[in-house]
């Protein structure tokens, strides 16, 4: 059975960095092809891709996000972390961390997402 | 990447069919049979419900379909229940990822 959860603070204040983790079991981020991401969502707003990690420790992001953003895994805790530097008001969302099996496909498992809101 | 374009909203009585465009370029829904939609209930996580284009994951009723032509793929909801009412988002691989605007779906 897979699932996936983010866990992380639910405020941080503008210009700080946030760190999301996303826990996830019933499937091994070595096997080859697998592949897990981010993805976040602002209130009442459409879904946006930020970062992918794939089993060979190869990196992908977003293009209009990539200088903010950071994405890495460990394996062995089977956990994928997420950092988003200078955070600003306009980043208050819900972050969803979803599993790929091959990169360019489709995100099969999603996490519950968790909201986090930026705010001094 | 832009934004997938998406209508806001449709809506349709049960039992009705709806189809939900997604309009992009030749350089992601055009160019690739990577096309995938979600279901997102109001508070829930997406769900997948369409990949490849017109694939259907396990466990997805069959009264959803997916289709492409050129820039445009769309998804049909046929025999419209009342819990299909939700959001539904557009996805395309483009050498990266990119969403739809996303579409709300009314069941009258």
């Known amino acids: 059975q897979v699932t996936l959860r983010e866990s992380g603070p639910a405020l941080v204040k503008p210009t700080q960095t946030l760190t999301l983790t996303c826990t996830f079991s019933?499937?091994?981020?070595?096997?080859?092809?697998?592949?897990v991401s981010w993805i976040r969502q602002p209130p009442g707003k459409a879904l946006e891709w930020l970062a992918l990690i794939d089993w060979d420790d190869d990196k992908y992001y977003s293009t209009s996000l990539k200088t903010r953003l950071t994405i890495s895994k460990d394996t062995s805790k089977n956990q994928v972390v997420l950092t988003m530097t200078n955070m600003d008001p306009v980043d208050t969302a819900t972050y969803y961390c979803?599993?790929?099996?091959?990169?360019?496909?489709?995100?099969?498992?999603w996490g519950q997402g968790t909201l986090v809101t930026v705010s001094s | 990447q832009s934004a997938l374009t998406q209508p806001r909203s449709v809506s349709g009585s049960p039992g009705q069919s709806v189809t939900i465009s997604c309009t992009g370029t030749s350089s992601d829904v055009g160019g690739y049979n990577y096309v995938s939609w979600y279901q997102q209930h109001p508070g829930k996580a997406p769900k997948l419900m369409i990949y490849d284009v017109s694939k259907r994951p396990s466990g997805v009723p069959d009264r959803f379909s997916g289709s492409k032509s050129g820039n445009t793929a769309s998804l049909t909801i046929s025999g419209l229940q009342a819990e299909d009412e939700a959001d539904y988002y557009c996805?395309?691989?483009?050498?990266?990822?990119?969403f739809g605007t996303g579409t709300k779906v009314t069941v009258l």
């Open positions: 979803a599993r790929i099996i091959s990169w360019g496909s489709y995100f099969d498992y």
């Open positions: 019933g499937f091994s981020l070595s096997t080859s092809g697998m592949c």
């Open positions: 996805c395309s691989y483009a050498g990266s990822y990119v």
